[in-house]
């Protein structure tokens, strides 16, 4: 498992990079040129800055969250062709920088959401939080405005180019189905997946967040059925899946390890966090610690133990602690602990197969 941490880039994020290599055994971040709107091709330059200055501090560079989806390619409009050759430039400069696995999601109009980033938990620390009552009452601007208006910083997922459309978006999709948005994707795959695959580049498709549709809109990477004929739609090893915990752990029928020992050789990206879900549809993020929420943490890790996973990983959200002023979902000091507790469980995993293995081989002498 190689371990990284997200990062959103100088001047972008409140962490200094200094401080997130005290963190044992990440050797990485994952990042992304957030300010470059969806469909536009990444200049080569930039993508070099932001390698050397990881370098600098001993990282490498080698996964990118995320290379945003243009809406007209999920919508399927004829305007896609464009927009998809900008993608294929884009991953043919990633792969010059030496990227190795780019993560993505086909998540109509909004990325992620929530209704609460501040969440307050008992011990007084907040969390993102997602009400289910509250979301059926809100007009999808109104969200907008509680969201976006509560962060000073611009957020993956609530770039003002795609809230700034938001209404012209939402009169695009209405009559778009479930099946209209598998067949675009699947047309966006055959053409970018032979140019990853050109490029030694892993593309890992990320789960919808949360695993239903919200407002209306379809979402279709939301639970095993779909991803295996996600899979299936070009059946390619560089058509992968960025396995989030977290966001298919908000529908409480998902078996998140079960997919992680199906899914094995797919997995390129692993996002591993905690929720807590409720019969009436909320959920809240908590911290990494199985017992903590109704993600079973525990058994992921020894899932991806068991398939000897070597693939990138990083501890996804994590709650805001100890007063930290910091990006919503993206502390440093909860992240760090949830490294800490995923790599508790990992060493000892390891461990226990090693000692098992000398066991079984006095057992032969
Ligand atoms: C939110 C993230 C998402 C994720 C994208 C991947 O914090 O988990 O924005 O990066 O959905 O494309």
Redesign the pocket.
């Known amino acids: 498992m190689k371990m990284t941490f997200r990062w959103f880039g100088e001047g972008n994020d409140l962490i200094p990079l200094e401080h997130v290599k005290q963190i044992p055994g990440v050797e990485g971040i994952v990042w992304a040129l957030h300010d470059i709107p969806a469909g536009e091709e990444w200049p080569l330059d930039r993508i070099m800055e932001v390698k050397e200055l990881a370098n600098q501090h001993g990282f490498h560079i080698d996964v990118v ?2 290379v ?1 989806v243009h809406e007209d390619i999920k919508l399927g409009l004829p305007t896609r062709d464009r927009y998809i050759a900008n993608y294929k430039r884009t991953i043919e400069k990633l792969a010059q920088a030496g990227v190795k696995v780019i ?3 086909f ?1 109509p109009v909004f ?2 959401t929530r209704t609460d980033l501040f969440k307050e938990l008992e011990d007084g620390s907040t969390a993102l939080f997602f009400e289910n009552a509250k979301i059926k009452d809100l007009e999808p601007m109104e969200l907008v405005k509680e969201i976006a208006g509560n962060s000073t910083l611009t ?3 609530w770039e003002p180019d795609r809230l700034q459309s938001l209404s012209r978006l939402f009169e695009q999709y209405k009559g778009v189905t479930e099946e209209d948005l598998w067949a675009n994707l699947q047309f966006f795959l055959e053409e970018i997946i032979p140019v990853a695959e050109e490029n030694n580049i892993k593309m890992a498709i ?1 789960p919808d ?1 949360p695993p239903f549709s919200v407002f209306g809109l379809p979402r279709i990477i939301i639970n095993k059925e779909n991803i295996q004929r996600f899979l299936k739609l070009v059946d390619r090893p560089a058509n992968g899946l ?1 396995l ?1 915990s977290g ?1 298919l752990g908000a529908n409480p029928t998902n078996n998140v390890a079960e997919m992680i020992r199906e899914f094995a050789d797919r997995i390129h990206f692993a ?1 591993i966090r905690n929720v807590n879900t409720y019969e009436n549809g909320d959920f809240i993020e908590t911290s990494h610690r199985s017992s903590d929420g109704t993600v079973d943490i525990l058994g992921i890790m020894k899932a991806y133990h068991e398939i000897g996973f070597t693939g990138y990983a990083r501890p ?2 994590g709650r805001h602690i100890w007063g930290e002023k910091c990006r919503p ?2 502390g440093l000091y909860d992240r760090g602990l949830g490294i800490m507790y995923l790599w508790g469980i990992w060493d000892l995993l390891e461990r226990t197969k090693k000692e098992e293995a000398l066991c079984y081989q006095s057992m032969k002498i």
């Open positions: 969250e995320s945003n993560c993505y999601n998540m990325d992620w957020m993956p997922g990320h967040d960025t989030c966001s996002h996804d959200h979902g993206y």
